[in-house]
Nanobody, 126 residues
């Protein structure tokens, strides 16, 4: 069993920054690709970003490319999402996810993942 717990969400004004964290337990963290997804009110959950096990390859949704950076520290069993230049349309619940199937090629994480956190809320005000 993989357990994921997100933190770092909150209220921020447009143009501001937030750093989300995701801490894992119950599995060998370094064997799993990691991803971040989000869900705005009334919308489908959408892929945001992913990273391979070594942390040397990443993949981003076009909507966040250039503004968000995903990273990981395997020794801490933690993944991060640094969000800069936040826009009101970035508002939503952000979910951390893990999957061994995208451990090498992070772009494959966008097709679905096996383990999920409960989410952390991000609200961007204008």
């Amino acid at each position: 069993q993989m357990q994921l717990v997100e933190s770092g969400g909150g209220l921020v004004q447009a143009g501001g920054s937030l750093r989300l964290s995701c801490t894992a337990s119950g599995r060998i963290f370094s064997e799993y690709g990691m991803g971040w997804w989000r869900q705005a009110p009334g919308k489908e959950r959408e892929f945001v970003a992913s990273i391979n096990t070594r942390g040397d390859d990443t993949f981003y949704s076009t909507s966040v490319k250039g503004r968000f950076i995903i990273s990981r520290e395997n020794a801490k069993k933690t993944a991060y999402l640094q969000m800069d230049g936040l826009k009101p349309e970035d508002t939503g619940a952000y979910y951390c996810a893990a999957d061994i199937s995208c451990s090498t090629w992070p772009r494959d994480c966008r097709f679905g993942m096996d383990y999920w956190g409960k989410g952390t809320l991000v609200t961007v005000a204008s």
